[in-house]
């Protein structure tokens, strides 16, 4: 790679960098700016359930940031160290088409596959079983398990609500 790449791709890298350190400051600042009720009493549980959505969501977003940012840091690195622009697994060369993409990319085509991979799912999916075809069953009789567990507790029926003939 010239010269004039490595800058071309480091001022491309610190532009993104600084973006993401505001997008990081701004969740931090919002995150402690953010007050909640002014009373300790429970609000509407709909509100309550909005509030905990949007938290997961600046969450995610955040991690997804923090992530970036930490590709970033390690292209800047391999900058520093001569290596940017050829994958980390199998050293061969990144097609500058694929790094004008992503410049923050450390991964070849053939290799950026398998690091996708081990990010998509769970290790402990591959050993769950998923709910047999019975499941229906099985949940219909949980329910009437947990009626019947319920029935001994008694009702909110009072005597006026019965047929005066039954007593």
Known sequence: MTEERYIRY???????????????DNEKTETLDKSEEL???????????????????DEGLTHHAS???DDIKKA???IEEGTYGQCAVCG??????????????RYCMDHAEDQKRSRERPVEESVTTPLSQ??????????KDTWEAVEEQGTSNTPSDYDDSTY
């Not at 480091?10 to 990081?24: C, G, N, Q, T």
């Not at 009373?39 to 969501?57: F, L, R, W």
């Not at 990144?94 to 410049?103: A, F, G, K, M, W």
């Open 10 to 24: 480091e001022k491309i890298l610190f532009d993104k960098k600084r973006e993401l350190e505001k997008v990081l």
């Open 92 to 105: 061969r060369d990144i097609p500058y088409e694929r790094l004008e993409v992503i410049p923050e990319t």
């Open 39 to 57: 009373s300790g009493t429970p609000n509407h549980p709909g509100d309550q359930g909005t509030q905990m959505y949007d938290k997961q969501i």
């Open 134 to 143: 019975n499941a229906h069953s099985y949940k219909e009789s949980l329910r």
């Open 67 to 69: 992530e970036k940012m």
């Open 76 to 78: 800047l690195k391999a």
